[in-house]
């Protein structure tokens, strides 16, 4: 059974940095896909960063330059580094992952696998 658990959300202000991390169980996700998703509120659940088989990332271009996507393979643990954070950042944040490499089709709906999701909050 596949089990991605999120932690490190909280509120911040502009300007500021957090860490996600996303613990994942019941499968090694190395060559598949593992990504950061965010949902603010009114808003629909939009992509935020990613990460396939070989190291390949991708960023949506509202977060890239300041947000960074790692994932420790051996801990099978997927980060996100946030700085400078903005209030249009505030959004439940999720964790999402697949079997697949979904670089080409980055929708959320393509993910099979997802977190409870944590909060962040950047206050301005």
């Known amino acids: ?8 959300g909280g509120s911040v202000q502009a ?12 499968y090694a996700f190395r060559t598949g896909s593992m990504g950061w ?15 396939y088989g070989g190291g390949v990332q991708r960023y949506a271009d509202s977060v890239n330059g300041r ?4 994932r420790d393979n051996a801990e ?7 700085n400078s954070l903005k209030p249009e950042d505030t959004a439940m944040y999720y964790c999402a992952a697949d079997r697949l490499n ?10 099979a696998y997802w977190g409870q999701g944590t909060q962040v909050t950047v206050s301005s």
């Open 37 to 51: 998703f965010r949902q603010g509120p009114g808003k629909e659940r939009e992509g935020v960063a990613s990460i």
């Open 76 to 82: 099978n643990t997927l980060f996100l580094q946030m």
């Open 67 to 70: 947000f960074t996507i790692s």
């Open 102 to 111: 979904l670089y080409n089709n980055w929708c959320a709906n393509e993910y």
């Open 15 to 26: 300007g500021g940095s957090l860490r996600l991390s996303c613990a994942a169980s019941g």
């Open 1 to 8: 059974q596949v089990q991605l658990v999120e932690s490190g």
